[in-house]
């Protein structure tokens, strides 16, 4: 059964850290795109952060760039997001998913992600 589970989702201070997991089994993990979405009360998805197949290519949203960084362990099959400078406005619930296309060229749009996990829960308080 392919999926993929998030983790590291909480409770904390604007301005502090928090490093979000994305476990994914399976399907090869070095052969997809993966990327983080989120997701706030009342909002559209929308996505943060992708890695293209290879950890080459990577794209991050304007609103997180120089704050968040996407990173990966093949040998783990595990997706990361470190979040920093953490802001109220990146509260929300986090997802991450796979693409069969291995690529990242921008804004990732929902539609192209095949598996999905069931999301982690980020909230920063102000």
């Known amino acids: 059964q392919s999926q993929v589970m998030e ?3 909480g409770l904390v201070q604007a301005g502090g850290t928090l490093t979000l997991s994305c476990v994914a089994s399976g399907f090869p993990f070095d052969r997809v795109a993966m990327g983080w979405f989120r997701q706030a009360p009342g909002k559209e998805r929308e996505g943060v952060s992708c890695i293209n197949w290879a950890g080459t ?3 991050h949203a304007d609103s997180v760039k120089g704050r ?3 990173s990966e362990d093949n040998a783990k099959d595990t997706l990361y997001l470190t979040m ?8 929300a ?12 060229s921008g804004s990732p749009h929902p539609s192209e992600f095949a598996y999905w996990g069931q999301g982690t829960q980020v909230t920063v308080s102000s």
């Open 93 to 104: 619930m986090y997802y991450c998913a796979a693409s069969f296309t291995g690529t990242c």
């Open 68 to 70: 968040f960084s996407i």
């Open 7 to 9: 983790s590291g989702g």
């Open 84 to 91: 920093s400078s953490l802001k109220f406005e990146d509260t």
């Open 57 to 59: 290519i990577s794209w």
